[in-house]
């Protein structure tokens, strides 16, 4: 069973096919009137004050991150009887997909629906896998509550992105999907898009984080956030590079002494400072930990890294939950053209040009000259018009 297939299959036969893929591939059985859930009809549900204590923290850092940071329309007037103007606005429904595997992924959650929520996204909802009672937890419960959605389409997986993209029986498809997945999802996100179904986030492969450091004081924190990398699952990936051969030593040796199931962990020694530089913008990782004071001053040099984490206390796993900015982030050396998840992702920027009777019948002329370059008659005729029209109108 192909991507593609489940994709169609859900595209034709709906509902029915969702509830298939999800008894086949999660182990639980629904019907079709448990497949989209409303949390706010749902009565409120008490989890641990620590943990709401930390997932109201979490929210309101985010929040306010994306809030100062969201783009703003800007008007310009060149010259007289011309405005020009860049808008932005909100999509109308977005769908954010939630991994639900051996852990629930409350800062997945957190760091897509917020920022979504920020940049104006009236309808945001949430597609989840059911495993382990995801509508009886009152963890799930109470964080989207907390959030304010109505909707949870109970389906994860390929079966999950084409429900959002296609849309079910009083469920409407999506205009983007956002969030990470496995590889499945993240083709069914690829494929969804290349169709013109619906936009999406950025493809998230593994996670990846190379830590930069050559001062020996700092290497619990450098195998700290090595470490906490690696442990996302067997394809995440980690590099450690330095100028310090024997700071390079003594990491491999730390390693080798760690128990397996991480994903992997190499060492890479650069000659100078340059190197550094070079390596990290090549790589263009996720992730990018840059300690000690010069290492750290070489941030204003590197330009293709997800996200950058300078000095010691500024951890990935800080990124991952609390800093602010999402750690939806570009994987894979994507990071040299794509940019992580913030609210211009839920933004549609869109250009508006106005002119009126002051406008300079050279910029008419101008254009009528250039369409005439480029053999397009009519754009000339049209902009000859204006320029008639405007000179008529100057004269009386």
Excluded: C
């Amino acid at each position: 069973m192909t991507v593609a297939e489940i994709l169609n299959n859900v595209r034709d036969r709906g509902t029915e096919a969702v509830l298939e893929y999800t008894a086949r591939f999660d182990g639980v059985k629904l019907t079709a009137d448990q497949l989209v859930w409303n949390p706010l009809a749902e009565p409120a549900r008490a989890v641990d004050p620590k943990l709401a204590e930390a997932i109201d923290y979490a929210m309101g850092r985010i929040h306010d991150f994306h809030q100062q940071t969201r783009p703003q329309n800007t008007v310009m007037k060149p010259e007289p009887g011309i405005r020009l103007e860049e808008r932005f606005i909100p999509l109308s429904r977005v769908g954010v997909y939630v991994p639900n595997g051996s852990f629930p992924l409350v800062s997945t959650l957190l760091m897509t629906a917020v920022p979504a929520l920020v940049a104006g996204v009236k309808d945001v909802v949430v597609a989840i896998s059911p495993r382990r009672e995801v509508r009886n937890s009152a963890l799930w419960t109470h964080l989207l509550q907390r959030l304010g959605i109505s909707q949870v389409l109970l389906a994860g997986g390929a079966q999950a992105i084409a429900a959002l993209a296609y849309g079910l029986k009083d469920f409407r498809p999506v205009d983007l999907i956002a969030g990470p997945g496995n590889r499945y999802v993240a083709e069914a996100k690829q494929e969804v898009a290349r169709r013109g179904v619906a936009g999406i986030d950025l493809l998230a492969g593994p996670s990846e984080v190379m830590v930069i450091a050559d001062d020996m004081s700092l290497e619990d924190f450098v195998m700290a956030d090595l470490l906490a990398q690696a442990e996302h699952d067997l394809d995440a990936r980690a590099e450690f590079v330095t100028r310090n051969v024997a700071f390079a030593e003594r990491i491999g040796a730390r390693l080798k002494t760690i128990p397996g199931g991480l994903g992997p962990i190499t060492v890479t020694v650069a000659p100078g400072a340059a190197d550094l530089v070079r390596i990290a913008n090549e790589r263009a990782p996720e992730h990018l930990g840059l300690m000690g004071a010069e290492v750290e001053s070489l941030a204003d040099q590197i330009w293709a890294a997800g996200a950058i984490f300078i000095g010691p206390m500024a951890g990935q796993a800080f990124g991952d939950y609390v800093a602010g900015p999402s750690h939806v982030l570009p994987t894979g050396g994507t990071g040299r053209f794509q940019s992580g998840l913030s609210t211009r992702t839920f933004l549609k920027r869109v250009s508006v040009i106005q002119a009126g009777p002051e406008t300079s019948s050279a910029a008419y002329r101008h254009a009528a000259v250039l369409a005439n370059l480029e053999g397009l008659v009519r754009h000339e005729a049209s902009m000859a018009l204006r320029e008639a029209h405007l000179k008529r109108s100057q004269e009386r």
